[in-house]
């Protein structure tokens, strides 16, 4: 299978990880700002990019066409809320940056199968990034790498159980629709990365 992006799709997805980094790395000093943004770009690129590619290959493997399209509205409230709580003391964040959407040209209806499989895509990618980013964090000598893995290991937990919830438009709701079992298992593993995470930062 041939991965096929178009422009609009690699623009909007690198706008996208560019103004996620910045609100993730912003801080009432500049140059602190500039000196988070490369740990920030390294936990959040994989978390999210990956994230949505894995949803929109698997979307092309079960013969749909899948984009990547930002929500403006959605970056520059992230954008804004680093900005105005940081003035306050207390940095919040709340990151809904888009979506990929598929169908239309190579099929007109996805099943629930389908749609759970690529739903449980993305997901599953973040927990393979737990794996990753957790054994960095106990294999590295270094306390600063320990630190960013394991913000890895918080980030992509978080991201897992936020898209896991069985609501809306979430992935949890199509996966627990297709598989149960999956769906469990999923959100008990991400769970677990969460509170591993958060016991390290």
Sequence with gaps: ????????????LTISIGVMTLAIAWHKE????????IPAFIIL????????????????????????RMWKKGLLIALAMAVVTTMFGTKFLFIA?????????????????????????GPLVNLGLIAVFGI???????????YIASTGVYV???????????FGPLDGKKVLMWNRMFWGVALAIALA?????SSFI
């Excluded at 960095?136 to 320990?146: G, N």
Aim: aromatic share 14%.
């Design 45 to 68: 690129a994989p978390a999210f990019a990956l994230h949505e590619l894995g949803h929109k290959f698997a979307a092309q493997k079960y013969g749909y066409h899948a984009e990547y």
């Design 156 to 166: 992509n937990s978080f991201l897992a159980v936020l898209n896991l919830i069985p």
């Design 97 to 121: 940056p888009g979506a990929v959407y598929f169908g239309g040209l190579h099929r007109q209806h996805s099943s629930i199968s389908d749609t759970g499989k690529i739903g449980f895509a």
């Design 136 to 146: 960095i964090s106990i294999m590295a000598t270094s306390s600063f790498v320990s």
């Design 193 to 197: 990365g969460l509170v591993w995470g």
């Design 1 to 12: 299978m041939k991965a096929r992006f178009s422009k609009i799709e690699l623009k909007e």
């Design 30 to 37: 500049f140059a602190t700002t500039l000196i988070m943004l």
